[in-house]
């Protein structure tokens, strides 16, 4: 997994700090988003081993990225509630 490219979308800004330190410190490069909109923003020209979501984000819940997601995408989906 080292060298691995994850997406973390979590709006609360601590709890998504500390889960890009968390990955980092394990050698994978991370990207934070705030929201869907931000994530989406990226998505299409961006690749990423695994997506980690939180379900209740502002705008799209974390379901609807899900879905929207795999519809374009078979990247691994975490959700987290």
Not at 27 to 38: K, R
Not at 50 to 60: A, H, R, S
């Amino acid at each position: 997994m080292l060298n691995s490219r994850l997406a973390i979308v979590e709006d609360e800004a601590p709890l998504r700090q500390d889960l890009i330190a968390f990955f980092e410190m394990r050698g994978m490069q991370v990207s934070g988003f705030a929201s869907a909109e931000d994530f989406f923003e990226v998505f299409d020209t961006t690749t990423f081993d695994v997506v980690i979501l939180d379900i209740g984000l502002p705008g799209k819940s974390g379901v609807e990225v899900a879905e929207i997601v795999r519809e374009q995408s078979q990247v691994p989906i975490l959700i987290l509630t």
